[in-house]
């Protein structure tokens, strides 16, 4: 017996269909991936600066409650 190979020209749109589909997915998330992983870089930068905001404010307040302290005493 000979087998006859028939295709299916809807199923085989319907596969089209669906790769193209996956790829548009795969294009958007990682352009979602992208931009968050930019916004999490800038957070982290921010964060950083604010640290060391928050030390030298820190250090600018003792150094005015010594003076202040100095003043008192005299």
């Given amino acids: ?4 190979l028939v ?5 085989l749109l319907v596969l089209v269909l669906l790769f193209i589909m996956l790829l548009g ?4 998330q990682q352009s979602q ?3 968050i992983t930019l916004e999490n870089q800038k957070l982290q930068w921010q964060s950083v600066e604010d640290s060391f905001n928050l030390d030298s404010q820190a250090s600018y307040i ?3 409650q010594e003076q202040l302290t100095e003043k008192v005493e005299q």
Avoid: N
């Fill in 1 to 4: 017996m000979k087998k006859k």
């Fill in 25 to 28: 997915l795969v294009v958007f």
């Fill in 33 to 35: 991936v992208s931009g």
């Fill in 62 to 64: 003792k150094k005015l």
């Fill in 7 to 11: 295709i299916h020209f809807d199923a």
